[in-house]
């Protein structure tokens, strides 16, 4: 657990919507300050003046090593630190590997882009976070900092059409332990949450009957999961400095059909 709870700061990446803003909502009500960082074509900074002044919206594309340093330059700058990064920056497509009615294969271009985004973009903010984090004074454990990031189910059951996106869950899933590992001398825990299917703004974009099959899906709850839901655990995993080097699923035992 972090000593302090008031005064502790903390970065979200994708914080304007979904499951980032559900966090940035949670933190800010436990006293967080809070870096909302998200696309410059993002709700990022209503959300912001939204949720009080503990929130800070900073226009972010995480893929930017100018714009993540930025944001971080920002929280030493303003707060004197950093303690928490969450991300949850992402994107998906869903392509077949290759259409043999249309006689076209999944571009290679969107499974780049998917990659590097999600991927890519979550260890530049990991890589650059720990910096700033590795400055802090130790707890009583030695610890210096938390980082969470968002996986996906998908990582291990990914369904039709997924490929992309699998891979690139897969693998913040696969880099998980060695990053623990890595950052274990300096006192940063590391964690990653592997979400089952969440009321979002993309599922929410789905029809009614479509979301209403999905839910049904989930053996217990059988619903889908709230924002809400993924933010308390994101906060359970600040507060127990046992969680680390680990990957969690958080789906009601859902295991996706394909």
């Given at each position: 657990?972090?000593?302090?709870?008031?005064?502790?700061?903390?970065?979200?990446?994708?914080?304007?919507?979904?499951?980032?803003?559900?966090?940035?909502?949670?933190?800010?009500?436990?006293?967080?300050?809070?870096l909302?960082?998200?696309?410059?074509?993002?709700?990022?900074?209503?959300?912001?003046?939204?949720?009080?002044?503990?929130?800070?919206?900073?226009p972010?594309?995480?893929?930017?090593?100018?714009?993540?340093?930025?944001?971080?330059?920002?929280?030493?700058?303003?707060?004197?630190?950093?303690?928490?990064?969450?991300?949850?920056?992402?994107?998906?497509?869903?392509?077949?590997?290759?259409?043999?009615?249309?006689?076209?294969?999944?571009?290679?271009?969107d499974?780049?882009?998917?990659?590097?985004?999600?991927?890519?973009g979550?260890?530049?903010?990991?890589?650059?976070?720990?910096?700033?984090?590795?400055?802090?004074?130790?707890?009583?454990?030695?610890?210096?900092?938390?980082?969470?990031?968002?996986?996906?189910?998908?990582?291990?059951?990914?369904q039709?059409?997924?490929?992309?996106?699998?891979?690139?869950?897969?693998?913040?899933?696969?880099?998980?332990?060695?990053?623990?590992?890595?950052?274990?001398?300096?006192?940063?825990?590391?964690?990653?949450?592997?979400?089952?299917?969440?009321?979002?703004?993309?599922?929410?974009?789905?029809?009614?009957?479509?979301?209403?099959?999905?839910?049904?899906?989930?053996?217990?709850?059988?619903?889908?999961?709230?924002?809400?839901?993924?933010?308390?655990?994101?906060?359970?995993?600040?507060?127990?400095?046992?969680?680390?080097?680990?990957?969690?699923?958080?789906?009601?035992?859902?295991?996706?059909?394909?």
């Amino acid at each position: 657990m972090l000593d302090r709870l008031v005064d502790t700061v903390a970065l979200v990446t994708g914080g304007a919507s979904g499951l980032g803003r559900a966090t940035v909502e949670r933190f800010a009500r436990a006293g967080y300050n809070v870096l909302l960082c998200d696309l410059p074509t993002s709700k990022g900074n209503d959300v912001a003046k939204e949720l009080g002044e503990k929130v800070v919206y900073v226009p972010v594309d995480v893929l930017s090593e100018k714009d993540v340093t930025g944001a971080l330059e920002l929280a030493k700058s303003k707060f004197g630190r950093l303690d928490v990064s969450v991300n949850c920056a992402g994107v998906a497509v869903a392509v077949k590997t290759y259409n043999f009615n249309k006689k076209v294969a999944h571009k290679l271009e969107d499974f780049q882009r998917v990659l590097l985004v999600n991927t890519a973009g979550t260890f530049n903010v990991i890589r650059l976070s720990a910096g700033l984090m590795g400055e802090n004074e130790p707890n009583a454990d030695g610890q210096r900092g938390v980082i969470v990031n968002t996986a996906s189910v998908a990582a291990y059951d990914g369904q039709i059409g997924q490929a992309a996106y699998s891979a690139s869950k897969a693998a913040v899933v696969g880099m998980t332990l060695p990053i623990a590992r890595d950052l274990s001398t300096q006192g940063i825990r590391i964690v990653t949450v592997a979400p089952g299917l969440f009321n979002t703004p993309m599922l929410q974009a789905l029809p009614e009957k479509v979301r209403a099959f999905l839910a049904k899906t989930v053996p217990f709850p059988q619903r889908l999961g709230e924002p809400a839901e993924y933010a308390q655990f994101v906060q359970s995993i600040v507060d127990n400095p046992m969680l680390n080097g680990e990957v969690i699923r958080l789906d009601g035992a859902l295991r996706m059909m394909p």
